[in-house]
């Protein structure tokens, strides 16, 4: 075979693996984002009638060959857990009667029993007067009201944890203070009378507004316990109390433009809003803050000591057998499973230095641990000392492809090793270090069997950044969306019912992690012209 043929052979086997790269990943991205979709558009409800009369109405969520037959079988998502116990039925095709879709079918998301679908036979209204089901435009705007009195009700609440946060802060100074080792000395009596003291004026302080607060919230509690909604299932009826009311939405009635503002909007509410219902409805704000701060703290830890490594052992260590022995283990390193950093940093951060921080600074909240047990700090360093092997191996690459001419000149003009290495080579070197982050970045936001040794929890009662002193809490557990991902799909109470969110919460790690690296790259390419005016 001549070369010219060896050539064009190689050239067809590259481009058809780089072809089949991109259709697989392709593939990935459109199976994720077609089921992430179901989470978000406002699909038709359907009223399925079988040939026996039964009713079942719902939302078609997929199809499937039907076993011992020559025909299909649809899944629909029913809801109305109250009545049957499951969010999803399975109907052979053959015995289903007909298939319409009526607009006034509604589709109620509220706080408990999951999704309800029906028709509204009757609303009662927040004053208690009731509506027939027949009036659209009566009960739309029974919805409208107690969608507005839910959220003065939840901004109510916000403000009320506003007001009260001071208080709450002297109130968890001053218990811990009573369960420390040292409650029934001189000194600590002297600093826990103060604290009742504090606590008393802020009281006095605080009282009338959280009253007038307190007041209102109840008020509108109390309207809101007068109304109800009653949905016929075609299984029965359905009450709904308004005070579980969370959207009401006439999918067949919406044209596509209401549907994509309304797709929109959810979108919004998926980012910004809190988890409910042991996370399988609502949004993922507390795991999305979680995971940025902790790729933060990773990456504010992981660049210094890769880059320092990556420096050391290229531009200062005499070669030899031990320098040879560290390449060699840092390479290794990337390839030792994750849950093996997890438990290096369980027992080295958490119980460890930790513990260490506890006796020495917070003595007096033992046997309760501060930074003794799992926080978004520990975490944040496990996963640094897991990419630590990435950024550095890709620095010693950025560094080796730095000319030695470079180096040579410099000194060669009366450099310093540090000044050469600092205005010479390190800013040559920086697309490689870039390269090393993105690839940290990338490994480090979807790691997940870690987090949950040093830190991640299901449910965090608190963000580690907030408004109550000291502001900055890295010692608390946090929320993350790769494990927030996990517990959604395989661990909550209806997995089926939630799988779209988890496909939803896919997608945004997946766009996170996408814009962090699109950002490193154009930095990147920044510096890579840069060093190309420098190399002529």
Known sequence: MRDSERGFAGLMVTGLATLLVLVLLLMLLWVVA????????????????????????????GREPAEGTHGDRIRLKVGNRELTGRDFVWIDQGLVGSVSHPDDLVRVVRTKYGDAYGRVTEAVALDGTA???SDATAVAAVFDEAEAAQRRLRMLERQQERVRRPLTSVEHRLHRLRRSRQALEPAAQESIVK???????????????LETLAAEAAAI???LSAGEIVLDSGSGPVVVPMHQLVEAVWPNDLNMVRK???AATRCVHFLVDEP???NTEGGIYPALFGTVLMVLLMSLAVMPLGVVAAVYLDEYATPGPLVRLVRRAINNLAGVPSIVFGMFGLAFFVYGLGGAADRAFFADDLPAPTFGTGGILWASLTLAVLTIPV?????????????RGWREGSRALGATRWQTLRTIVLPAAAPGMLTGFILAVGRAAGEVAPLMLTGAVKLAHGLPIDGEAPFVHLQRKFMHLGFHIYDVSMQSPDVEAAKP????????LLGLVVAINLTAIFIRRRLHSVSHVLEE
């Open 501 to 508: 969110m988890a496909f939803a919460a896919t997608v945004v």
């Open 276 to 278: 409910r219902s042991a």
């Open 195 to 209: 604290l009742e003291a504090r606590q008393r004026r802020l009281e006095d302080q605080l009282e009338p507004e």
């Open 34 to 61: 077609a089921n992430a979709v179901v989470w978000f558009w406002p699909t038709a409800i359907s009223e399925v009638r079988l040939a026996d009369g039964a009713v079942f109405i719902g939302q078609l969520v």
């Open 391 to 403: 950024v550095a191996v890709a620095t010693r690459e950025g560094l080796q492809a730095v000319p």
């Open 131 to 133: 509506v027939k089901g």
């Open 260 to 262: 994509t503002l309304l």
């Open 221 to 223: 509690r109390e309207r």
